[in-house]
């Protein structure tokens, strides 16, 4: 495995990319909500977002975990903002996907296959 790649919200993203970082690939964790300070806003094209979106396209990301349906919704509609929405099955070929509690329902509704797991650990556990 070349490249992980993972929604996260901003309170969780340092923890979340420090454990990511453990497998020993490289790493492209974004947050897509901004949940500090008592908000909870999802977080338009960051520049962490577009670098990972980069790296996509480049196919330099082989996994893709998403922890909830929000943060998938997030994810998707800014990616297709980024590329136009009927290139994101080109950007998004060759990715496997692990889906983190309800973010199954949002892969299902977008026509993805994916893997579950119960929280974000066992979804590092599940990737190669």
Do not use: C, W
């Amino acid at each position: 495995m070349s490249g992980l790649g993972f929604t996260s919200t901003a309170s969780t993203i340092e923890k979340h990319t420090e454990l990511a970082k453990l497998k020993g690939v490289d790493v492209y964790g974004v947050p897509v909500i901004e949940d500090t300070e008592g908000r909870h806003e999802p977080k338009k094209n960051s520049s962490a977002q577009l670098h990972l979106f980069m790296q996509l396209k480049k196919g330099y990301v082989n996994y893709m975990i998403f922890q909830s349906a929000e943060q998938t919704d997030i994810f998707f509609t800014n990616l297709e903002e980024y590329y136009g929405k009927d290139n994101v099955p080109s950007v998004m070929k060759g990715v496997s996907f692990v889906a983190v509690g309800d973010a199954g329902k949002a892969l299902s509704a977008r026509g993805f296959q994916f893997t579950s797991a119960d929280s974000f650990e066992s979804a590092l556990d599940s990737v190669q």
